[in-house]
Nanobody, 123 residues
Framework: QVQLVESGGGLVQAGGSLRLSCAASGRTFSNYAMGWFRQAPGKEREFVAAIGWNGGSTSYADSVKGRFTISRDNAKNTVYLQMNSLKPEDTSVYYC????????????????WGQGTQVTVSS
């Protein structure tokens, strides 16, 4: 079992920044690649970013590339998502996930999800 708790969401104006955190407990955090997903009302959950177990590999959705940065601190069992140049279309609930499988071209989510944190970007 892996327990995940997201934090750091909030209300921000377009062009602003937020940093999301996802704290993990349970099984060894460093064993897992990690990912961020988001889900807007009425839409399916979509992939945002992922990072390999040691931080050496990252991947991003085209919609956030160049604006978002994923990172991790295995000593703190935490993965981060730095979001810059936010747009109203980034408004969603953001979830972190421990990967079942990850490569640069493929992310398969596991059943381990956090409860989500709301990000709202006003225009």
């Amino acid at each position: 079992q892996v327990q995940l708790v997201e934090s750091g969401g909030g209300l921000v104006q377009a062009g602003g920044s937020l940093r999301l955190s996802c704290a993990a407990s349970g099984r060894t955090f460093s064993n897992y690649a990690m990912g961020w997903f988001r889900q807007a009302p009425g839409k399916e959950r979509e992939f945002v970013a992922a990072i390999g177990w040691n931080g050496g590999s990252t991947s991003y959705a085209d919609s956030v590339k160049g604006r978002f940065t994923i990172s991790r601190d295995n000593a703190k069992n935490t993965v981060y998502l730095q979001m810059n140049s936010l747009k109203p279309e980034d408004t969603s609930v953001y979830y972190c996930n421990a990967a079942q499988y990850y490569s640069r071209t493929n992310y398969s989510p596991s059943a381990y999800w956090g409860q989500g944190t709301q990000v709202t970007v006003s225009s």
